[in-house]
């Protein structure tokens, strides 16, 4: 079982960066196609169809409903959690009906100051996830690493942790919405994706006080904002 486990952990982590790749990719190249604008039909169903990610990514993270999957061996909780979060969020990609038009363009000067904001919301992420486990993140240290108490990851209160207590989060938005030239798409998935984030942060600070206690409500008072700076 356990060599089993590890392969299925191992694959998961797989199919959990491949489906980064392929965001970055389609972000990138399939969704700066400049195409007619289609109506707000293809907008409403790709709301729907990331309503269905965002529901499992916030519902099946929380710990009481993963007491609750005793179907599921607890080595592998996590990781067939990461299994299905990637297949959805593969599939939202797969099925994103075009929506169209183009928001703005922008030139000169001001293209590369948004690309220089792309890439510092680029360097937030990595410096984000550099201070957790990715192995964990990805399902995959539980089945390697026979965990206690005293093993659990510390809560992160350093580096961009210090300016807002969700910085992957802040490096995402800014990494989608300062494309110099932002098509309809682009502009709806990070509208669509930036408001399931804003709508999942409580949920998820809730668990983590659960988790951490005193010392993520001391860190509340001490980093006041949740994902941008004097807004939110």
Excluded: K
Excluded at 134 to 150: D, F, K, N, P, W
């Amino acid at each position: 079982m356990d060599a089993m486990a590890r392969l299925i952990a191992w694959l998961g982590g797989g199919v959990f960066v491949a489906s980064l790749a392929l965001c970055t990719w389609w972000f990138i190249v399939p969704l700066g196609v400049e195409t007619p604008f289609r109506g707000w039909q293809p907008l409403v169903a790709n709301a729907l169809l990331l309503t269905v990610f965002a529901a499992h990514h916030s519902l099946f993270a929380r710990p009481w409903v993963q007491r609750r999957l005793t179907v599921i061996d607890p080595l592998l909780q996590r990781s067939s959690y990461v299994w299905l979060a990637s297949l959805l969020f593969i599939a939202v990609i797969l099925l994103w009906i075009p929506v169209g038009g183009v928001a703005y363009r922008l030139e000169g000067p001001l293209a590369w100051i948004a690309i220089g904001v792309q890439l510092a919301g680029v360097w937030m992420i990595v410096e984000s996830v550099r201070g957790l486990d990715a192995l964990e993140l990805a399902g995959i240290r539980q089945v390697i690493t026979v965990a206690s108490s005293s093993d659990r990851r510390p809560l992160q209160v350093g580096g961009p942790y210090g300016w807002v207590r969700h910085p992957l989060y802040l490096g995402w938005m800014l990494a989608l919405f300062a494309s110099p030239r932002m098509t309809g798409d682009r502009l709806a998935f990070a509208a669509l994706t930036s408001f399931y984030l804003v709508i999942a942060v409580p949920w998820e600070e809730a668990s983590l006080r659960q988790s951490f206690g005193e010392s993520y409500r001391r860190y509340e008072r001490n980093v006041r904002w949740r994902i941008v700076p004097y807004l939110y």
